[in-house]
Nanobody
Framework: QVQLVESGGGLVQAGGSLRLSCAASGRTFSRSTMGWFRQGPGKEREFVAVLSWSDGTTRYADSVKGRFIISGDNPKNTVYLRMNRLKPDETAVYYC?????????????????WGQGTQVTVSS
């Protein structure tokens, strides 16, 4: 059974930084893609970033390009999301998701497994 456990959320001032972690277990992830999504209050869950373990390919939502960095530690099956210059409207629950396919996708329906989420609150 796949388990995804996020950590690293918290309260940060606008302009600040946080690093989220997602520890994955339960199967081999070498051909998986790992994504980060977020859901703000009253909003739909939206794509943030994705990493393919097989070749290191990444993709970002336009709104976070140049500020967020997704990376992974393959031996530890852990994916990170470094978030810089955070904005108040990025307050959300951030979710880690896994897709058992090396092709990166940015639609939530493509992902098979999800973590419980970690709250990020950006104060103005």
């Amino acid at each position: 059974q796949v388990q995804l456990v996020e950590s690293g959320g918290g309260l940060v001032q606008a302009g600040g930084s946080l690093r989220l972690s997602c520890a994955a277990s339960g199967r081999t992830f070498s051909r998986s893609t790992m994504g980060w999504f977020r859901q703000g209050p009253g909003k739909e869950r939206e794509f943030v970033a994705v990493l393919s373990w097989s070749d290191g390919t990444t993709r970002y939502a336009d709104s976070v390009k140049g500020r967020f960095i997704i990376s992974g530690d393959n031996p530890k099956n852990t994916v990170y999301l470094r978030m810089n210059r955070l904005k108040p409207d990025e307050t959300a629950v951030y979710y880690c998701a896994a897709r058992n396919d090396p092709v990166i996708r940015s639609v939530r329906q493509a992902y098979d497994d999800w973590g419980q989420g970690t709250q990020v609150t950006v104060s103005s």
